[in-house]
């Protein structure tokens, strides 16, 4: 009987080259300093509102904007600013971006798109990354732009890189509802483990998307946004 080596199997099953897995890690770290931590999108408002009250309103509220709103606006415009960016076609990265904040539906949200964006080309910037710096002023609009750019410099493949921004968001997201909802992190975790099981699927769609099938409304994310910025106490920016 043959045998094959755990090596062998190891190598087989990989989808990424290790040097671009590592950098996808490290360019989806929460501790990646570009805010991502400050921001709650809305679920702060959502909590002293009596809409989110314990795991399963949080999961609901997830992942219904992971399917109808990241899978159909966020992760397709990633998808064709990577390859803008392959392309060196700045105007198309432009307009990408130009579509990403006007979907933002609030000015919070637009707010944090370009806060965590300039942030970003900061630390871009800071590592050399080739050609980072001419591209500042493309890229510090938005933060999706960035990853965009890094992921395509970094070599790491479209489906891999959509797929560590999704798990990015989710993550982060999930932890502020673990400070605010209140949850146990062993509810958090579940949370986060069931999000991350929505990920491919949310993937296959962003993939076959064509141009004009892009685009989402999350009525009540925009209001608990809206909300926000009117909000008298609160412990994140957006």
């Keep these: 009987m043959d045998t094959v080596s755990p090596m062998g199997i190891v190598e087989r099953a990989a989808v990424a080259q290790p040097a671009a897995l590592v950098r996808l890690l490290h360019l989806v770290s929460p501790s990646l300093p570009v805010g991502a931590f400050t921001y709650s999108q809305g679920i702060e408002w959502a909590v002293e509102q009596g809409w989110l009250a314990d795991a399963g309103d949080t999961e ?26 392959a392309a060196a076609d700045r105007d198309a990265l432009a307009g990408w971006t130009d579509q990403l904040l006007a979907a933002r539906e609030t000015s919070e949200l637009r707010a944090e798109e370009r806060q965590r964006g300039r942030a970003l080309v900061d630390l871009l910037c800071a590592w050399d990354l080739a050609d ?19 992921a395509v410099r970094w070599q790491i493949a479209v489906a891999d890189a959509l797929a560590g921004l999704a798990f990015s968001w989710a993550e982060n997201l ?12 062993t509810d ?8 991350a099981a929505r990920i491919p699927s949310a993937l296959d769609l962003a993939l076959a998307l064509g141009d004009d099938g892009i685009g989402a409304s999350s009525p009540a994310l925009a209001i ?14 957006s």
């Design 60 to 85: 609901q509220w997830l992942a219904d904007q992971l399917d109808n709103a990241l899978a159909r606006l966020d992760l397709p415009i990633a998808a064709r600013m990577m390859t803008a960016v």
């Design 188 to 195: 958090g975790q579940r949370l986060l483990a069931n999000l």
């Design 224 to 237: 608990a946004s809206a909300g926000h910025e009117q909000q008298y106490t609160r412990l994140f920016r």
């Design 132 to 150: 980072a710096s001419a591209w500042r002023h493309l890229l510090a609009p938005s933060q999706t732009a960035g990853f965009a750019f890094a």
């Design 174 to 185: 999930t932890l502020a509802a673990v400070k605010l909802v209140p949850l146990g992190q």
